[in-house]
Every structure is written in C-alpha cells, then in structure tokens.
C-alpha cells in the first residue's frame, strides 16, 4: 500500500476579478473551488480539464508557490498551506514545478551552467567545489551531453530547453515535481521523448508527479489515475484505465469524446458533443456547475450541488454525477446519445 504524500483538503483558491472597483464586495474569481485529493508516493497523478478549470492555480498551491484562500494544503502532515517564509525554506526543495514554456523560467543571459548551479549553491545542497561535476551529472540524466553546458537557453530545440527545465528542477532533489503541461509546446515527436524521460527519471529517482495536462494522450500514458477537473473542482477521479473505459460523469465523457485517443477501444457510439463555452469562474452556475452543457441534467441537478463520491460502494472510483452513477452510464444511453441533447 503505498504512502500519502500530500493530501489536499478542501482547497480554495479566488482572486479578485479585473475591474471589479476598488470598494465593497469584489468579484471574485473562483479558481480552485473546494478540492480534496490525495496524492501518493510514487504515483503520476494526472488532472485534466479545459483551459480555465484551475489546474494551473491547483499545482501552484500544492508548491506553495501561493497561498490558498482556504483549506489546507499537507506535505507529509505538514500543513504547507501556511508556512512562513522562513518555514517554507526547510522544505521547499523536496516540490518542485516543470513549467509548458521552459523560456520563462531560464534565464536567457546565463549560461546552462549558471541556471543548473544557481539553486544547488542558493540551498546548500552541493559543495561548490563539487558543483561542476554535479552540473555535469544533471545534465546526462536528462540526456545532454556536458558540453552544452557552457551555452544559452536559445541556442537549445524546444524539446532541450524542456530537458533543461526537467534538469533545473531536479538539481535540489525533490521528491514531488508538479509538471504543467510539460509537452504541450512541443512537437508530437519529442513529447513522446520528453514523456518517456520523465517516466524514467521517476523510476531511477522515485518521483512522485502530478502532471497537468489538457491533451489527453500524454496524461494517458505518464498517469496512474487522473482526476478530471470542471470550473474550480474534481468532478471525477479514477485509476487511469478505468476512467478511460468507464467514464461516468458526463463531463469526463465529453471531454473524452472530444479528443480521440489511439485506442478504439475506448471510443463510445453514444458520444457526448461539449457545447457552449466554459461558464467564467467569477459566475459559476448554481447546483452542478456542469448542468448548463450536460445532455443528462436534471432538475435536481440545478439545485443540489454533488460531492465526489464512489460509484458503487467502496469503489476507488469517485464522481460528482449522482445521475449517473446508478451505472446508466456504463450500461447505454437510455437519454443522452447527440441526438437528444438538451443543452
Ligand atoms: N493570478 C491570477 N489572478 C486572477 N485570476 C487568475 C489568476 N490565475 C488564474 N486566474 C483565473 O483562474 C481561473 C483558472 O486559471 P488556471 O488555473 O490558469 O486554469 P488552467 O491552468 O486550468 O487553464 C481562470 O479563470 C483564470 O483566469
Ligand atoms: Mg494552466
């Protein structure tokens, strides 16, 4: 049974909205919107969700990189939701982020050798007299060769400068690395180079991931389970292939439909077609947040606002659709095939 570590309980994150003046009740921004999840040792956890949904603003919370409006955030029992600075400082080296646009977190005036050295010498993690051979050494694990090192972030591909984020991340040995959208930017050929790299370092280094992802391919394949994510909050979480064969919430489903996956065996006739746009997260609808773009929506769906729970008792499987999970999903579409959509 492998071990918890970092449970995230009830998680918030709102920012104010733009232009919403500067006096009385501001607008907020419901980013993140009363999350619970458990990541655990070792796992790739995925999430997955349309642009805007706050997977970004989820990872951020979990690196601490800010702090949550409420809830809490637990790294091995420590609440690193409300660290000072200076208690962050302790543990901040064992978290870590791998960025989609790897540009922006090198440097463009320093050489490789400065960015991988900088952070090793910032937290006293490698003598400086070693820090040579260990900059050397970052930069095989990641599949360069040690001359680069003397070169600048734009003289590198797409694909290197990623390898090269993955290396700056790893120089303060973390244990969890919250990659978001790691491969997005890069052409199909090196995502799967770049996938393969990071499922390998996991293993030489035991890892633990949590990997953002709008494109369902690469999530798919780096992922032990995923947790789908719609406007601020978990709709659905599952091991990997179990989500992909069994999705249950209709969200989950269309998202799924949306993007074909290499496998046909997990395409579904009875597709469901998302239409309408994202509801902004200053707004969301009352009941579901989902029941103004769901085929399924009931009128209890407008009023009551579902928690995740097991699809069937005891199960691993977790979703917000009590329409659905009385399994109507997994046996046919009695109501909701593209034919007799109601959104
Ligand atoms: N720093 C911020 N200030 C204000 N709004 C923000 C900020 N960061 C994110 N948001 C808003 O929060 C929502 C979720 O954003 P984000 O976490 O980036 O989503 P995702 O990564 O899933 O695309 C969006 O509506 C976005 O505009
Ligand atoms: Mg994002």
Redesign the pocket.
Known sequence: MKEPLMRIENLKKY????GAGFIGHKNM?Q??DGVDLTIYEGETLGIV????????????QMIALERPTSGRVLYKDQDISNMSVRQLQGIRTEFQMIFQDSTSSLNPRKQIYDILAAPMLYHGIVKKENISHEVNRLLNLVGLPSSVRHRYPHEFSGGQRQRIGIAKALSINPKLIVC??PVSALDVSVQAQVLNLLRQLQEELGLTYVF?G?GLGAVHYISNRIAV?YL?KVVELADTEELFNNPVHPYSKALFDASPLPDPKHRDRNRIVLSGEIP???APPGGCRFHPRCPYAKESCREMEPGLEPVSPGSSHLSACPVMSDNILRKDFPNGTEENQNV
């Open positions: 920012y104010p909205a733009k921004i980013s993140v969700g349309e642009s805007g949904c706050g997977k970004s603003t989820m990872g951020r978001d959208e953002i709008h994510m601020g902004s997260a200053a």
